[in-house]
C-alpha cells in the first residue's frame, strides 16, 4: 500500500489537551500505529502508508471530541482509543462516557471510561441483579458504588448495603485486637475508601450513623430481608455456593442488588468451588439478571496494570493448555498400559 499524507486542524484550546505534554499522546500513536505526527501552528500532519494515516487520524478525531466535551485526555483515553482502533470499533469511543453518574466529593465527574463499563453500567441500571465480573482496575466495585449513591441521593432508595466475606488474602493474619467491628474493618477497607472518595467522610458518617448506609461481612446477611435497598455484594469469587444463593435470596421488593468479582483472583481453598462461578453458570438464562464480563481493556488505573493483567493471562492459558496436555498423556499412556495387560493375559 503507499504512502500519504493528511492535515487535521486542532482547536489551540484543546491542543495541549489532546497532544499531551511534549506531545506524548502523538508519539504514542505514532509507534503504535507506525506513522509519522507534526503538529505546528494549529493543524498535525499525518504521514505513513494509507490505512495506517486513515486508523490515526479516526483516533485523533475522537480524541478532539472527547477534548471538545470537557475531558482529560489521558495516557488510558489513548490507549483505548487505540485499542479500539484495532478491532474496527473506534467510532464507539464517543459513546461511552456522554452520561454522568455523579460526582464525587471533590467534584470529579464519575464516568463510564470503557464500553464494557457502559454496559455494566446499563444493566445496572436496567436489571436487578447484575454481576459484574472481570480483572483488578476494572472499576467493579467503584462504578457500583456511584450508582448506589447515586439512587440514594435521588430518593430511589431508601439504604445502602455493602458487604464482602470475611477472606484472608492468602495470608494468617491470626488474633486482631480490638472489639468486633474493630476486627473486621480491615476486610472491609476498600468500601469504605470508596464512599469516602465519592460521598465524603462527613456525608457517609452522618447516614451511617443513622443506618442508611450499612458495610457488613457477608455472614451478617443471613436471615435479613432487604427491601428499598441497594445491595453490593464484594469479593464475590471468595463466597462459597450456599453463601451466594444466601445472599441472592436476601433481596426484596424495590431493591438491586450487584455482585462483582474477580474469578483469577479467588482465596478459598484449592478445592473449594467459588459461588461466583457456580452462579454464572447456574442462572445465565433468567432475563432479570445481568451479567456484565469486563476484560484487560477496561482496566482503567495505571496502564501497567493492563500489561500486568494480560501478561497473567496469558501464563494461566498457558499453564491450563500444559495441563490438559499432561493429563491427556496420562490417560492415553493408561489405556496403552491396561492394552498391553490384556495381551499378555491372553
Known amino acids: 500500500m ?4 493528511q492535515t487535521i486542524d486542532i482547536p489551540a484550546e484543546l491542543e495541549k489537551n489532546v497532544c499531551g505534554f511534549m506531545d506524548v499522546n502523538l508519539h504514542k500513536i505514532e509507534r503504535t500505529l507506525q506513522v509519522t505526527m507534526i503538529e505546528r501552528d494549529g493543524s498535525v500532519k499525518v504521514m505513513g502508508e494509507e490505512g495506517k494515516v486513515k ?3 479516526s483516533v485523533f478525531e475522537n480524541l478532539v471530541a472527547l477534548a471538545r466535551r470537557g475531558e482529560t485526555v489521558t495516557e488510558q483515553t489513548v490507549n483505548y482509543a487505540l485499542s479500539l482502533a484495532f478491532s474496527e470499533g473506534e467510532e464507539k469511543i ?17 464516568k463510564p471510561k470503557t464500553l464494557g463499563q457502559k454496559e455494566y453500567v446499563d444493566s445496572i441500571r436496567k436489571r436487578m441483579i447484575t454481576f459484574g465480573i472481570g480483572p483488578a482496575g476494572t472499576g467493579k466495585t467503584y462504578l457500583a458504588m456511584a450508582m448506589a449513591i447515586r439512587a440514594f441521593r435521588d430518593g430511589d432508595c431508601e439504604r445502602i448495603i455493602l458487604t464482602r466475606p470475611a477472606m484472608e488474602a492468602g495470608e494468617k ?6 472489639d468486633l467491628q474493630s476486627k473486621i474493618d480491615p476486610y472491609l477497607r476498600p468500601l469504605y ?9 462527613e456525608s457517609y458518617l452522618h447516614n451511617a450513623e443513622k443506618g442508611l448506609i450499612e458495610v457488613a461481612p457477608l455472614a451478617y446477611m443471613r436471615g435479613r430481608t432487604l427491601d428499598n435497598a441497594y445491595i453490593i455484594l464484594d469479593e464475590a469469587q471468595n463466597t462459597t455456593p450456599s453463601q451466594m444463593k444466601m445472599f441472592l435470596t436476601r433481596i426484596g421488593f424495590g431493591s438491586k442488588a450487584i455482585i462483582t468479582g474477580d474469578l483469577t483472583q479467588k482465596d478459598l481453598s484449592a478445592d ?16 432479570e439478571i445481568g451479567f456484565c464480563r469486563l476484560t484487560s481493556r477496561d482496566v482503567v488505573r495505571h496502564p501497567l496494570v493492563q500489561q500486568i493483567v494480560d501478561a497473567y493471562e496469558k501464563y494461566e492459558e498457558k499453564e491450563s493448555a500444559e495441563k490438559k496436555r499432561r493429563n491427556a498423556w496420562r490417560k492415553d499412556a493408561k489405556g496403552r498400559g491396561k492394552g498391553s495387560e490384556r495381551g499378555d493375559k491372553r
Not at 102 to 107: D, E, K, P, Q, V
Not at 173 to 178: C, K, N, S, T, V
Open 272 to 287: 473449594a468451588i467459588s459461588g461466583l462461578d457456580t452462579a454464572s453458570r447456574v442462572l445465565s438464562g433468567i432475563e
Open 94 to 110: 464517543l459513546e461511552i462516557d456522554r452520561e454522568l453518574i455523579c460526582r464525587t466529593a471533590s467534584g470529579r465527574p464519575v
Open 55 to 57: 486508523k490515526a487520524i
Open 193 to 201: 475508601d470508596a464512599l469516602y472518595q465519592i460521598m465524603g467522610p
Open 173 to 178: 493474619l491470626g488474633f486482631l485486637p480490638g
Open 2 to 5: 503507499g504512502s500519504t499524507e
